[in-house]
């Protein structure tokens, strides 16, 4: 079945540091993938999404391009502030947006 | 524009009691509704989604249900509480049709003591 795999957190940065959170995937077809974030105490927010490859979806600072050939969508920031803490979910969907299959989550703490 | 409310934000039941949590959706017509929970430290763990009014699919067999008595209302409820029923619970909903993804409530935190 599908699945969604993610770099084990948690991830503690300096402020303005570079943050890569890896994600990689495994679904037949052409799945559309997304970013979410979970700030402390509340729900989850779109960060951002790819629909198809070698779409980059970016928001906010972040970006994350989909690679088919690695099946990967992997997530980046070029520098990360105190306000970026938060856990990150990837996820993808199959079927129109039903269903989505997330992965674990990875907890980023950024110190300043 | 949409919008997604989620209630109570949080809750503390005994064992054995019973609960019901509520979702509803305004903005939308016949959007696809969900609840996950994520338990501490762990990731989301879908629950039940529902297509339409009354239809309702189960991902995982326990000790909770769901019901969607109206078009944009999503309702959790069980009969007897266990402690781990114990989580951080999620509606969502979204288009039925297209890749847009999801757009999620606040959450209710359930502790069950």
């Known amino acids: 079945g599908d699945s969604v795999t993610q770099m084990e957190g948690p991830v503690t940065l300096s402020e303005e540091a570079f943050l890569t959170i890896n994600c990689t995937y495994t679904?037949?077809?052409?799945?559309?993938l997304f970013w979410y974030v979970q700030y402390p105490g509340e729900g989850l927010q779109l960060l951002l999404k790819a629909t198809k490859a070698d779409d980059k979806g970016s928001n906010k600072g972040f970006e994350a391009t989909y690679r088919k050939e690695t099946t990967s969508f992997h997530l980046e920031k070029g520098s990360v502030q105190v306000s970026d803490s938060a856990v990150y979910f990837c996820?993808?969907?199959?079927?129109?947006?039903?269903?989505?299959?997330f992965g674990p989550g990875t907890r980023l703490s950024v110190l300043p | 524009s949409q919008t997604i409310h989620q209630w109570p934000a949080t809750l503390v039941q005994p064992v054995g009691s019973p609960l019901s949590l509520e979702c509803t959706v305004e903005?939308?017509?016949?959007?696809?509704l969900y609840w996950y929970r994520q338990a501490a430290g762990r990731g989301l763990q879908l629950l039940f989604y529902s297509i339409g009014i009354d239809q309702i699919s189960s991902e995982v067999p326990q000790n909770l249900s769901a019901s969607r008595p109206q078009d944009r209302q999503f309702i959790l409820s069980s009969k007897k509480l266990l402690l781990s029923d114990s989580g951080f619970y999620l509606c969502?909903?979204?288009?039925?049709?297209?890749?847009?993804?999801?757009?999620f409530g606040s959450g209710t935190r359930l502790t069950v003591v």
């Open positions: 679904a037949t077809g052409y799945p559309s």
């Open positions: 903005g939308t017509s016949n959007p696809n």
């Open positions: 969502a909903w979204s288009l039925s049709g297209g890749n847009y993804g999801y757009t």
């Open positions: 996820a993808l969907s199959r079927n129109y947006g039903q269903n989505f299959v």
